[in-house]
């Protein structure tokens, strides 16, 4: 996998969870958070804020809790909500 691999994904997903990411290319979060941030500085991938508090139930694993976009797309998408069962779903923007 490559930094080009990567950056397509989000391009085409428009919106992912490192978590999402993590399991499509079955590398660790860590590993893909570093290629991530390369994207984020030349201006081709954008990281949003980290959801609030969402209840207290503590469940998301923080992979879960870091989502990109595309860049290009500032309505790709709006803030990641809770689904209330562990896991963080991205609303369309």
Known sequence: ???TE???RVRDQRCVSLADLS???EVEPEALRAMLERLVRKGRVRRLARPGACGGCRACPDEALDFYAWADDPAACAAPA???SGG???RPG
Do not use: D, K, N, T
Request: aromatic share 6%.
């Open 1 to 3: 996998m490559i930094l």
């Open 6 to 8: 990567v950056q397509e």
């Open 23 to 25: 399991g499509h290319f």
């Open 82 to 84: 809770c689904s209330g």
């Open 88 to 90: 963080l779903s991205r």
